[in-house]
């Protein structure tokens, strides 16, 4: 599964570069969860936010299909360091995988002069 993250990881800081963005900025790396049980998700919560990362507040979101699902993020400001997303990816995966949490992957936003260029990734395993 990490030979995943890296090459997801890869991929998205070289295209938000190839996008223009600064790669000297600090960004906002978000990291997403689901489950149908709010209390399940709630237990992984708190140990995500054990680990420093700033957790949002569960969601409840409805699908197309008629289902439901609670969401979060965990949430970390760093720079575009690879290695490290990679391996928050493979801890946050593992840990959600403890709990019987879904991980949807990461994300993030350009950073840069126009602020109105939202980039946004996201990989669901």
């Known amino acids: 599964m990490s030979e995943n993250w890296k090459e997801f990881t890869d991929e998205t800081i070289d295209a938000l570069m190839e996008d223009g963005s600064d790669p000297d900025a600090e960004y906002t790396i978000e990291h997403h969860f689901y489950h149908q049980d709010f209390a399940q ?3 992984l ?3 995500v936010f054990k680990l420093g ?3 949002t507040d569960a969601e409840e979101v409805e699908f197309e299909d008629g289902g ?3 969401v979060f993020d965990a949430i970390r400001e760093q720079s575009l360091d ?3 997303i990679t391996a928050d990816a493979i801890k946050l995966e593992a ?3 403890k709990f019987g949490v879904e991980y949807d992957g990461w994300g993030t936003y350009f ?3 126009d602020e109105d260029d939202d980039f ?3 990989e669901k395993h």
Request: charged share 45%.
């Open 41 to 43: 998700l709630e237990k």
């Open 45 to 47: 919560a708190v140990e």
């Open 53 to 55: 990362f700033e957790v």
């Open 68 to 70: 439901s699902a609670w």
């Open 82 to 84: 690879g290695d490290t």
């Open 95 to 97: 840990l959600a995988k």
């Open 111 to 113: 950073e840069g002069d």
């Open 120 to 122: 946004e990734e996201d």
